[in-house]
């Protein structure tokens, strides 16, 4: 009867370890591992901006800018006629564009505006010395002397050696305003 | 795919010819890097180390000899190096060792029919580094004792002397396993037949 042949501990050992069985169960994460590694993903913003939702709101916030930009600018230079917001030099500075926008039908309202401004700022000083009733009377004088024979109201007409009288006054009042 | 058209594949860097190569060497070279790790989670880092190696150097595989040979070469390499980078690669001077220390230790069949595979690897990767690793190229690869000397960067009598530990230290852990297992259920059909 032969011995069966006695195993060497080298020869043991490479016997065995050739036949360890492997699992593979972890070979899937293993290679995303490896992948990643070498092949890297951007990551942040970056990765973010790989995406076609996230591309695509980017570009349209780059594109209104510009508008944004013209209409804010626009928003600023805007006529303010608010009375709240009256300052002495603000209506003429909103009429000077005014006139740069549309000088061909401006002119005479400018100057009517311009008249109506200067006769504003004599009025209070002298308005403040006399009698409303003589004011009224007044001023029903100089439009009858600024456009004679017009029209002929009722109130013109009637009290012919008042007016006289008025307009006298008014004429020297006027002339004193003057 | 064929071997030429992966290869061709891995060194343009495509993706999919990389994948099929790693997962038809996975399972060998699994294996390759047990004998030299200390456990399974080292194991698995040796082994993505030396495939990155792979797909790095893909394009200077000379068709001489068969790719799984150098992917093999590579990850005994990649072991070495993970050590050594650890500083674990211990280098101290050995006392002289003789031809008659190098004996080698034999097994009776009924104990070598105890130990599964599992059990071989398990007391493999008890022993210290050096000694770990000196056996398993050794023994399991077949390297010299000056190929071993280079690669590990020491002298081929502290070569000799890691390899007689290590036969030592084997045999003793052996046989405080059989004295500390039961006769198992392969011993007794090794005996029977």
């Known amino acids: ?178 | 795919m064929s071997e030429e058209t992966l290869i061709k594949g891995c060194i343009e860097k495509n993706k999919r010819c990389q994948e099929t190569l790693y997962k038809q060497y996975y399972a060998d070279m699994l294996r390759v890097c047990l004998r030299y790790a200390k456990s399974q989670e080292e194991a698995l880092d040796i082994l993505n180390r030396g495939f990155l190696k792979v797909f790095t150097h893909i394009a200077a595989y000379r068709q001489s000899g068969a790719l799984g040979a150098w992917i093999r070469r590579i990850m005994v390499n990649a072991a070495i190096d993970f050590y050594r980078e650890k500083s674990a690669l211990e280098k101290i001077v050995p006392l002289i060792v003789t031809e008659d220390d190098l004996q080698q230790v034999f097994i009776q069949p009924e104990i070598y029919a105890r130990f599964s595979s599992d059990d071989i690897l398990l007391l493999l990767q008890s022993l210290p580094t050096n000694y770990r690793l000196v056996f398993s190229l050794y023994a399991v690869e077949g390297y010299s004792y000056g190929e071993i000397a280079n690669v590990m960067e020491i002298k081929e009598a502290t070569c000799r002397w890691y390899l007689m530990e290590a036969r030592k230290l084997l045999q003793q852990r052996m046989k405080q396993l059989l004295l500390l297992t039961p006769q198992t259920h392969n011993y007794d059909q090794a005996a029977a037949s």
């Open chain 1, 1 to 178: 009867m032969t011995k069966p042949p006695l195993h060497n501990i080298d020869s043991l050992f490479q016997q065995k370890l050739e036949e360890l069985s492997v699992g593979i169960s972890q070979q899937q994460a293993q290679w995303m591992a490896l992948s990643q590694a070498m092949h890297p993903q951007p990551t942040g913003i970056r990765d973010q901006l790989r995406k076609p939702w996230v591309k695509g709101l980017y570009m349209t916030i780059v594109a209104l800018v510009p508008f944004g930009i013209f209409y804010l600018s626009n928003q600023s230079q805007a006529i303010e006629s608010n009375a709240s917001t009256y300052t002495p030099g603000s209506v003429t500075n909103s009429l000077k564009l005014l006139n740069k926008t549309e000088p061909s039908t401006q002119t005479n309202e400018v100057r009517m505006n311009q008249q109506a401004l200067t006769k504003q700022e004599i009025k209070p000083a002298s308005q403040a010395a006399m009698p409303t009733a003589i004011l009224n009377e007044n001023k029903s004088a100089a439009v009858a002397n600024t456009q004679p024979g017009k029209h002929k109201d009722s109130a013109s007409t009637a009290p012919a050696k008042q007016e006289k009288q008025i307009t006298k006054k008014a004429d020297s009042a006027y002339i004193y305003w003057q």
